[in-house]
């Protein structure tokens, strides 16, 4: 009989019952019941400018959906401290520095509630629809921010600081500073909200320039080849809004950086897009939730 690995699709959803799933990104806020693999209940609004008013009101929609919910897992969109599960900074949201999100749902929902950062959650999900052989996955997200997870032999990697992988503040060598105080940051060449920020339009209008274009891609190769000379993936796989640009990213994605590790003589990874709607980060939610209802009992 062929045993299957911890995390393949079939296995997860076999596994579920219904969980609690929240991403709070710095643009939106999503809530749903993931349950035998299906999103239901979903419900989104524009993120809150402070944390007091988002937790409110992410504490009364979930206690609108609560009705027999094991676990709750959080996807938060900024640095996150796992271990303490603390909020460091939210790079888009003030307030959120220092909050420990699991313990306010957990007394608020009275359930085992796990959070981690939005990029660590989502290569969760993604990792669970992966074929077998595509180990160790590089997650990357490109949306209002940059963020970026690794998960290998199905863990994902952590660091001493809860940062591993985090390629957002990968310097590229131009001269911009970045609201992180240093200059020349991979998010700050890449990021829906600095293409915005410089531009003074919505991103997707910026990128149907072709020479932005053109620049934006050869950007998102440099910082995606420096992190394979470090991580050696196997596959990357590319979330966010950004995402979707389909094809016309992917395609020129692909082509400069097999150039890349022609030159170096390397094997290129493969590059996948991800989920563009957001809501493998809500799977990956439910996968972390599974977890912390293990570990309540
Ligand atoms: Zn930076």
């Not at 030159?263 to 957001?278: E, F, I, N, Q």
Request: aromatic share 6%; hydrophobic share 40%; with cysteine.
């Amino acid at each position: 009989m062929s045993r299957e690995r911890p995390g393949t699709t079939s296995a997860y959803y076999r596994a579920c019952v219904r969980y609690l799933a929240i991403d709070i990104g710095g643009s939106k806020t999503a809530v749903a019941v993931v349950s035998e693999g299906a999103i239901t209940g979903y419900t989104t609004w524009p993120s809150a400018s402070h944390a007091s008013e988002s937790l409110d009101r992410i504490i009364s929609t979930c206690l609108s959906m609560i009705d027999d919910i094991s676990a709750c897992g959080v996807a938060f969109g900024g640095v996150f401290d796992f271990p303490q599960q603390k909020c460091v900074r939210s790079m888009h949201v003030s307030g959120w520095e220092g909050t420990d999100i699991s313990s306010v749902l957990q007394h608020a929902l009275g359930i085992p509630v796990v959070t981690d950062n939005d990029a660590n959650v989502a290569a969760l999900g993604e990792y669970s629809l992966l074929d077998q052989h595509e180990d160790p996955l590089l997650y990357v997200t490109i949306s209002t921010g940059v963020g970026a997870a690794i998960v290998a032999n199905h863990q994902l990697i952590r660091g001493a600081h809860s940062m591993f992988g985090e390629l957002g503040h990968l310097p590229l060598g131009h001269d911009k500073p970045c609201n992180c105080g240093q200059i020349g940051c991979f998010e700050r060449a890449v990021s829906g909200y600095w293409l915005e920020t410089d531009h003074g339009r919505p991103a997707a209008d910026v990128l149907a320039d072709p020479e932005i274009h053109r620049q934006w891609v050869a950007d998102i190769a440099t910082g995606l080849w420096c992190a394979s000379v470090v991580l050696d993936p196997a596959v990357i796989v590319i979330g966010g809004g950004m995402s979707a640009q389909g094809g016309r990213l992917l395609n020129p994605l692909t082509q400069a950086l097999a150039q890349k590790a022609s030159k170096s003589k390397r094997p290129p990874p493969a590059v996948r897009l991800g989920d563009p709607t957001g809501r493998t980060v809500l799977v990956g939610a439910a996968v972390m939730a599974r977890e912390a209802e293990r570990g309540s009992r």
